[in-house]
């Protein structure tokens, strides 16, 4: 009954116009601030990793040329390969599944599609951050899409390197990283009842909050500083 109160309260939260607006308002206020940060990393990367160290880069601009072209359409092509899984809301035994417990009738579909609904806003966002990611990161290291795709192992490590690194980006322009914290927070909720409580009446989605911190240290003054020191 307890989990059952739960499911519905959360979809309560979850299931009304409020969220969706508020969900894709949060995504499209990311694409300035990601740019924003790209092209300030850009100016420092191309300083500091020189000769050896391009490797490391991350940041160009990948635009309309045969061969950014080409990235990003083979960005769109691995983009099904990394992504899946996760959402923003959901933690390990967390609330994401427990919509299942408001049944199959009209209010358990309502539910399901509403959650598909959130995660096709996030994944609209998510692809576009990936694509860009993929392309600027491999255009800055000098990776062709050509090269990309060979049969080598220096071209399977890069393309694994490149993948990795644009789906984190992907996730973190849309607040759905992985998160130690919220993990914590949730393996706590779900420990004992008086711990539930207090837990999921304070903080019911763990992980939106806490990634919603994390990135908007990363994307300050702060997180650029320590990302140079690093």
Same mark, same amino acid.
């Given at each position: 009954?307890?989990?059952?109160?739960?499911?519905?309260?959360?979809?309560?939260?979850?299931?009304?116009?409020?969220?969706?607006?508020?969900?894709?308002?949060?995504?499209?206020?990311?694409?300035?601030?990601?740019?924003?940060?790209? *092209? !300030?990393?850009?100016? *420092?990367?191309?300083?500091?990793?020189?000769?050896?160290?391009?490797?490391?880069?991350?940041?160009?601009?990948?635009?309309?040329?045969?061969?950014?072209?080409?990235?990003?359409?083979?960005?769109?092509?691995?983009?099904?390969?990394?992504?899946?899984?996760?959402?923003?809301?959901?933690?390990?035994?967390?609330?994401?599944?427990?919509?299942?417990?408001?049944?199959?009738?009209? +209010?358990?579909? *309502? &539910?399901?599609?509403?959650?598909?609904?959130?995660?096709?806003?996030?994944? @609209?966002?998510?692809?576009?951050?990936?694509?860009?990611?993929?392309?600027?990161?491999?255009?800055?290291?000098?990776?062709?899409?050509?090269? +990309?795709?060979?049969?080598?192992?220096?071209?399977?490590?890069?393309?694994?390197? !490149?993948?990795?690194?644009?789906?984190?980006?992907?996730?973190?322009?849309?607040?759905?990283?992985?998160?130690?914290?919220?993990?914590?927070?949730?393996? +706590?909720?779900?420990?004992?009842? @008086?711990?539930?409580?207090?837990?999921?009446?304070?903080?019911?989605?763990?992980?939106?909050?806490?990634?919603?911190?994390?990135? &908007?240290?990363?994307?300050?003054?702060?997180?650029?500083?320590?990302?140079?020191?690093?």
């Amino acid at each position: 009954l307890s989990e059952r109160f739960d499911a519905w309260r959360y979809f309560s939260m979850l299931g009304n116009v409020k969220s969706h607006v508020r969900n894709m308002s949060g995504n499209v206020a990311m694409i300035p601030i990601t740019k924003a940060k790209d *092209i !300030i990393a850009m100016g *420092i990367e191309k300083a500091l990793l020189r000769g050896d160290k391009r490797s490391q880069r991350t940041k160009s601009i990948a635009g309309y040329s045969k061969e950014d072209k080409a990235l990003k359409a083979l960005a769109m092509e691995t983009f099904q390969d990394v992504v899946g899984g996760g959402n923003k809301w959901e933690t390990p035994n967390g609330i994401w599944g427990k919509r299942s417990l408001l049944g199959d009738g009209k +209010l358990g579909k *309502i &539910a399901e599609f509403n959650s598909n609904a959130l995660e096709a806003e996030d994944t @609209v966002f998510k692809k576009q951050r990936y694509k860009t990611a993929f392309a600027s990161a491999a255009k800055a290291r000098g990776y062709s899409a050509e090269f +990309l795709q060979g049969k080598t192992a220096a071209a399977h490590k890069a393309m694994r390197d !490149i993948k990795a690194y644009a789906l984190r980006q992907a996730q973190e322009a849309t607040f759905q990283q992985d998160s130690d914290i919220a993990n914590m927070l949730q393996k +706590l909720s779900n420990k004992n009842k @008086v711990a539930h409580y207090i837990l999921e009446g304070v903080t019911p989605f763990k992980k939106t909050p806490v990634n919603v911190v994390s990135t &908007a240290f990363s994307y300050s003054p702060f997180g650029l500083a320590k990302g140079v020191y690093d």
